[in-house]
T-cell receptor, first 113, second 113 residues
């Protein structure tokens, strides 16, 4: 059974650019969440999608956005990158939500220079 | 009120010993408490989870103890092995409607051979 797949694994971007990260959930999982992981702030919730609808969003600026497609695949976008956006971005999927336990991907390591 | 406080920040245990990591929360609406294990370069992996209607759950060498009145829960790793060396995160979520985990700050465990 394939796990959660995130692409790309590593990215280096310049301040002011934008970036799109991709996530393919486990087959049959309809809930997809995104988290930002940094040494200073730990794991912070970005947003959660279920059946193409955003059900919750964390306390991040509007530069952070996401979407989910009809096949449950998800993307997140960060516009006007700042140095502080450098982090590991983790995607997680679940059958329906937090009560089922989320399976995380290996993440996309974003470095903003 | 949304925080989950985790301690200790780091832990060194001899092979065969017991590793104990503690977490505390304030939000009484939390009703699902998973523990995740993360190795360098990997995403967090679900280890074990508990709901407030039980005081203890055991899976292999891993046990969660839950004290609802004290709003505390802990992870016990029995017969700790060098392969258990990783960062451990506790988390909490509400079953109804928030669709997100609040994570503790993590405990870096090192098991000495």
């Amino acid at each position: 059974k394939a796990g959660v797949t995130q692409t790309p694994r590593y990215l280096i971007k310049t301040r002011g650019q934008q970036v799109t990260l991709s996530c393919s959930p486990i087959s049959g999982h309809r809930s997809v969440s995104w988290y930002q992981q940094t040494p200073g702030q730990g794991l912070q919730f970005l947003f959660e999608y279920f059946s193409e609808t955003q059900r919750n969003k964390g306390n991040f600026p509007g530069r952070f956005s996401g979407r989910q497609f009809s096949n449950s695949r998800s993307e997140m976008n960060v516009s006007t990158l700042e140095l502080g956006d450098s982090a590991l971005y983790l995607c997680a999927s679940s059958i329906s939500g937090t009560e089922n336990g989320y399976t995380f991907g290996s993440g996309t390591r974003l470095t903003v220079v | 009120q949304q925080q989950v406080k985790q301690s200790p920040q780091s832990l060194i245990v001899q092979k065969g010993g017991i590793s104990i990591i503690n977490c505390a929360y304030e939000n009484t609406a939390f009703d699902y408490f998973p523990w995740y294990q993360q190795f360098p370069g990997k995403g967090p992996a679900l280890l074990i989870a508990i709901r407030p209607d039980v005081s203890e759950k055991k899976e292999g060498r891993f046990t969660i103890s839950f004290n609802k009145s004290a709003k505390q829960f802990s992870l016990h790793i029995m017969d700790s092995q060098p392969g258990d060396s990783a960062t451990y995160f506790c988390a909490a979520s509400e079953a109804s409607g928030t669709y997100k985990y609040i994570f503790g700050t993590g405990t870096r465990l090192k098991v000495l051979a």
